[in-house]
């Protein structure tokens, strides 16, 4: 029976997307070949790259002033890429906004590069919030943010107006609500939170903030020689990438981000009025910031503890514990996780007395 799946990551993948991904590893558009022997170079994965390149625009209603890349190293490794490719070499300094485990990751490789200013922090109130009152001046070679924080559940509903070039870590909710994507100068995902399997990660780029830094950038943490090569300038992680586009295509034919972050918040609204009502539970981020993508939340009576995890399990329900770091539970609702599953979670919450 296949479960109801709330993992934070990599996660649930419409199942239409499952099938296709099978199909293709067996016989990739009938040539009589798999995509996984198939040339990067030949036309029909250079159809796919091109394809998925030109989706993730049309899906964010940005521009040609956008490039597109599909890179190897996880969001992780955005973390340096960023800073190598847009702090300057003499004196460089950028604002970052301290989140999360995620956001203090980018901030630790940032300052490897220059001057950080942790801008506004949560950390001591364990990452409950997402502080707000922050100014970002012109002084800052980028503003660095996170839009979803995975283990806490904090979402940010508003961003900054900046005055340097925002860069946002999307790794989370990207394509999961009709934000302003245009606002961002640079963008981020690991494809395996919202968008596709693990090993492939969604990177959006204004070309005309590249090139200022005066670093000697290795080629391979260059975003200018990647976008050069279209995306193509080593072997890319053609299967996640390709399972990424039949994602994109799915989102795209059920309405796009609009009609998905219209699901997301009937999905949201039946969790949180759950964990609002029920004397047994307790959310944890603040509610103003909390996230439509993974829910955090503990239940108040430990003596329940065991009669909760049976209840779960046995209903289906897979990839409910809260992060390590976190305890609890954590409910992940991303993009292609269906209203069903998340009433089959609440009527379990509901039936514990
Ligand atoms: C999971 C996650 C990351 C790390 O992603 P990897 O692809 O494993 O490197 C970074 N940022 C956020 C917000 C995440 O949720």
Redesign the pocket.
Known sequence: MKKHNFS??PCILPQEVFQKSADAILDFNGIGLSLLEISHRSKDFVAVMDEARAIVKRLMKIGDDYEVLFLG???????CMVPFNLMKAEGGKAAYLDT?V??A??IKEGKKFGTVDIVGSSKEDNYSFIPKDYKVGAEYDYFHC??????YGTEMHKFPEVDTVMVC????DIFSNARDYSKFDLMY?????NMGP?GV?LVVVKKEILGKTGRDIPTILDYEKHIGKESMLNTPPVFPIYATLLTLQHLENNGGIEAAEQRNIQKAKLIYDEIDNNPLFEGFAKKEDRSFMNVSFKLLDESKKDEFDAAWKAAGISGLNGHRSLGGYRASMYNALPLESVQVLVDVMKSIK
């Open positions: 934070a990551g190293g996880g969001a992780s490794l955005q973390f999360g995620w956001a990751g980018a996170t839009s979803n924080n995975t283990i870590d999307m790794s989370s995902a690991g494809a395996q939170k693990a990660t």
